[in-house]
């Protein structure tokens, strides 16, 4: 109230504390606490900034205890958030288009949890426009870690780009015989090209029901988050300025920064390095 301009002896009277009291009040050093939330607030806003204003008070806690190695809790990091006006990106709903195309059998059964690497890939298609067209990217997932194995970014649509993203993500990960991948009811899926490549390299395709985007559930979420965090920021001029950005979320952001509270706030790399060293030992 002073500082806006009202009497100090007007203010002191109103909020019933002495005058003296108020001017040794300005003139004490600030207090250890004090110090500490400062620092802390300008290591959450740093972490904050580094996940390009992505992260919540959950991933900013994430990163700064197992990260940082700074013992803060939770409570306390939402309260400086929202002191300093940090916030991170709200989710985004996506609705989705229901085909009416016969496809394979449902081998997931919303059953997505496993235990090991290459067991189950989950796949699909996302589009976001330019000012030149639309760009379209397909990823191939693996829900064990949530790492992106495989990805393919192209122009039109059509067979190729799915067939490309999974040719990498064979290549990447070599899987063996019995390694599930599951999609939606697209063409692209249902194609021969698709249908064959996967059965050559010894997966199984497998696609859940019409219109039904819970059947794959895993994808669904990451759409959601790369459209909240990376395409809907911005207007994107030309196609190869989003193909680079989606490239760079892809292999650098989502598969190696971001913190996934699904592996205990580590990166899928993280979670693969860290669950591999535990199996050999």
């Given amino acids: 109230?002073?500082?806006?301009?009202?009497?100090?002896q007007v203010c002191c009277r109103v909020m019933g504390v002495s005058e003296s009291g108020y001017y040794a009040w300005r003139t004490r050093p600030p207090s250890a606490r004090a110090l500490r939330h400062a620092w802390l607030t300008d290591m959450i806003r740093e972490v904050h900034t580094a996940s390009r204003g992505v992260y919540g008070g959950r991933r900013v806690h994430a990163e700064l205890t197992l990260g940082r190695g700074i013992a803060v809790g939770y409570g306390a990091v939402a309260m400086l958030m929202h002191r300093a006006g940090i916030k991170g990106l709200p989710?985004?709903?996506?609705?989705?288009?229901?085909?009416q195309v016969p496809t394979a059998t449902d081998m997931v059964d919303r059953l997505f949890a496993r235990g090991g690497p290459n067991q189950l890939w989950v796949t699909?298609?996302?589009?976001?426009?330019?000012?030149?067209?639309?760009?379209?990217?397909?990823?191939?997932?693996?829900?064990?870690?949530?790492?992106?194995?495989?990805?393919?970014?192209?122009?039109?649509?059509?067979a190729a780009l799915v067939t490309n993203a999974l040719g990498m993500a064979i290549h990447n990960r070599t899987p063996q015989a019995g390694t599930v991948i599951h999609s939606d009811h697209g063409v692209q899926y249902t194609s021969w090209a698709f249908t064959e490549r996967a059965k050559a390299s010894g997966l199984v395709p497998s696609m859940g029901s019409i219109g039904d985007c819970y059947d794959?559930?895993?994808?669904?979420?990451?759409?959601?988050?790369m459209q909240t965090e990376l395409l809907n920021r911005q207007r994107w001029k030309t196609r190869i300025e989003l193909a680079n950005a989606i490239f760079e979320y892809l292999e650098i952001f989502h598969n190696r920064q971001r913190r996934h509270?699904?592996?205990?706030?580590?990166?899928?790399?993280?979670?693969?390095?860290?669950?591999?060293?535990?199996?050999?030992?």
């Avoid at 976001?128 to 039109?156: A, F, M, N, Q």
């Fill in 1 to 8: 109230m002073a500082a806006e301009g009202f009497p100090v």
């Fill in 91 to 99: 989710g985004n709903h996506r609705r989705r288009p229901i085909p």
């Fill in 124 to 158: 699909d298609i996302t589009e976001h426009p330019t000012r030149e067209g639309k760009v379209y990217c397909c990823v191939v997932l693996d829900v064990y870690s949530r790492r992106v194995v495989g990805w393919s970014i192209d122009s039109t649509q059509t």
């Fill in 216 to 225: 794959n559930a895993v994808i669904e979420s990451f759409w959601g988050r």
């Fill in 261 to 281: 509270s699904a592996l205990g706030m580590l990166t899928p790399i993280e979670y693969e390095m860290l669950h591999s060293n535990t199996q050999l030992a």
